[in-house]
């Protein structure tokens, strides 16, 4: 508590920045560049994992049939720099884990690039295909361009409204700044029948906004390996997402789980997977496996040896966003489609 305290100035200070730094777009004095044609920006108000790729991969399935889909994104946790085309065969340290996730999911149905600079990337994705349909991953901050619609993200159990900014609290950006949003967008939601949905949408009424609400749906572990336990008593879960604790819902009762968990976008090395390996031998007892997400297998992948491969069980766990009225949401973004 002291130590909040103590950096109640600077969070104050970067209040007054950020909120300078709006007012200088909200005036003129900084110029927004429109994106041309049609484009959604996926994003959020607050660090930390909101679920922004899921909803990303979710908008790319629902237009791909309509419209060549291109993402745009920073590339978070990359060491190049500078506009990339992201390939199947890239490597995360070259374009990030998530947008590398997207690509090998989504292949040659969807355009994926990084850039840090926003405007620039756009002007790309423009030059390479004139009628595509620009999701913008993460970039609700970066004014520099202006989506045709803005989504922002928040987590159920983190209330815009109880935050505070940086660094007391998670907030990139004031609450208020939901005034720029188009759609609120509440995720992780637990099961939609165990709280009150139109009194947690009336928060934030004052906005004048759509509020909808969205959770993942585990689906059934796939192996990733040639080495598989079907049945198992004990996971080793390997993750590096913010909210490791959050997959345990994933697991029945009686399943005994060890975290090896890592900081958000953390890039993994081979002597760490050998200490995972290691870990999983005090367990040898075939009962246990490994377990990790879509996000960080393409970041272990490369590093597995051909032999890890035949001795480790590693599978994955996954999910679809399910949604409290589906049916709402896609007609909200085929109102905006249609309209553009």
Same mark, same amino acid.
């Given at each position: 508590m002291n130590l909040k305290r103590a950096l109640y100035p600077f969070a104050m200070l970067f209040g007054f920045i950020s909120w300078l730094r709006n007012l200088c777009f909200d005036l003129g004095f900084f110029k927004s560049q429109k994106i041309p044609g049609q484009s959604i920006c996926v994003g959020n108000l607050a660090v930390g994992g909101t679920g922004k790729s899921p909803h990303t991969a979710y908008l790319i399935e629902l237009l791909q049939t309509q419209f060549p889909i291109q993402v745009l994104s920073r590339g978070y946790g990359r060491k190049t720099k500078g506009f990339r085309v992201v390939e199947a065969?890239?490597?995360?340290?070259?374009?990030?884990?998530?947008?590398?996730?997207? %690509? %090998?999911?989504?292949?040659?149905?969807?355009?994926?690039?990084?850039?840090?600079?926003?405007?620039?990337?756009v002007r790309k994705l423009k030059e390479m295909q004139p009628n595509g349909f620009i999701l913008l991953d993460d970039a609700f901050q970066h004014r520099w361009v %202006?989506?045709?619609?803005?989504?922002?993200?928040?987590?159920?159990?983190?209330?815009?409204?109880?935050?505070?900014?940086?660094?007391v609290g998670r907030l990139r950006e004031p609450a208020n700044q939901l005034k720029r949003a188009d759609a609120l967008i509440i995720t992780k939601c637990p099961d939609f029948q165990s709280f009150d949905q139109n009194k947690l949408g009336a928060r934030y009424q004052k906005y004048q906004l759509p509020v909808f609400f969205s959770r993942y749906a585990y689906l059934p572990l796939t192996p990733l390996t040639a080495a598989t336990i079907e049945l198992f008593e004990r996971v080793i879960l390997v993750s590096a997402i913010a909210h490791p604790e959050n997959l345990a819902e994933a697991f029945q009762q009686g399943i005994e789980i060890h975290y090896q968990s890592f900081g958000d976008h953390h890039r993994y090395s081979t002597k760490e997977i050998k200490e995972i390996h290691q870990f999983f031998d005090t367990f040898a007892d075939g009962k246990t496996v490994l377990v990790t997400t879509a996000k960080d297998w393409v970041k272990i992948d490369p590093l597995l040896s051909p032999q890890d491969r035949k001795s480790y069980p590693w599978l994955l766990l996954d999910f679809q966003l399910e949604w409290s009225d589906e049916q709402a949401f896609n007609q909200f973004i085929k109102t905006y489609v249609d309209a553009n």
């Amino acid at each position: 508590m002291n130590l909040k305290r103590a950096l109640y100035p600077f969070a104050m200070l970067f209040g007054f920045i950020s909120w300078l730094r709006n007012l200088c777009f909200d005036l003129g004095f900084f110029k927004s560049q429109k994106i041309p044609g049609q484009s959604i920006c996926v994003g959020n108000l607050a660090v930390g994992g909101t679920g922004k790729s899921p909803h990303t991969a979710y908008l790319i399935e629902l237009l791909q049939t309509q419209f060549p889909i291109q993402v745009l994104s920073r590339g978070y946790g990359r060491k190049t720099k500078g506009f990339r085309v992201v390939e199947a065969t890239s490597l995360p340290e070259e374009v990030g884990d998530e947008p590398l996730m997207l %690509k %090998k999911r989504f292949h040659d149905k969807t355009q994926v690039v990084v850039c840090e600079d926003r405007r620039f990337g756009v002007r790309k994705l423009k030059e390479m295909q004139p009628n595509g349909f620009i999701l913008l991953d993460d970039a609700f901050q970066h004014r520099w361009v %202006k989506a045709g619609l803005n989504l922002v993200l928040n987590t159920y159990d983190k209330p815009l409204e109880k935050e505070a900014l940086l660094p007391v609290g998670r907030l990139r950006e004031p609450a208020n700044q939901l005034k720029r949003a188009d759609a609120l967008i509440i995720t992780k939601c637990p099961d939609f029948q165990s709280f009150d949905q139109n009194k947690l949408g009336a928060r934030y009424q004052k906005y004048q906004l759509p509020v909808f609400f969205s959770r993942y749906a585990y689906l059934p572990l796939t192996p990733l390996t040639a080495a598989t336990i079907e049945l198992f008593e004990r996971v080793i879960l390997v993750s590096a997402i913010a909210h490791p604790e959050n997959l345990a819902e994933a697991f029945q009762q009686g399943i005994e789980i060890h975290y090896q968990s890592f900081g958000d976008h953390h890039r993994y090395s081979t002597k760490e997977i050998k200490e995972i390996h290691q870990f999983f031998d005090t367990f040898a007892d075939g009962k246990t496996v490994l377990v990790t997400t879509a996000k960080d297998w393409v970041k272990i992948d490369p590093l597995l040896s051909p032999q890890d491969r035949k001795s480790y069980p590693w599978l994955l766990l996954d999910f679809q966003l399910e949604w409290s009225d589906e049916q709402a949401f896609n007609q909200f973004i085929k109102t905006y489609v249609d309209a553009n």
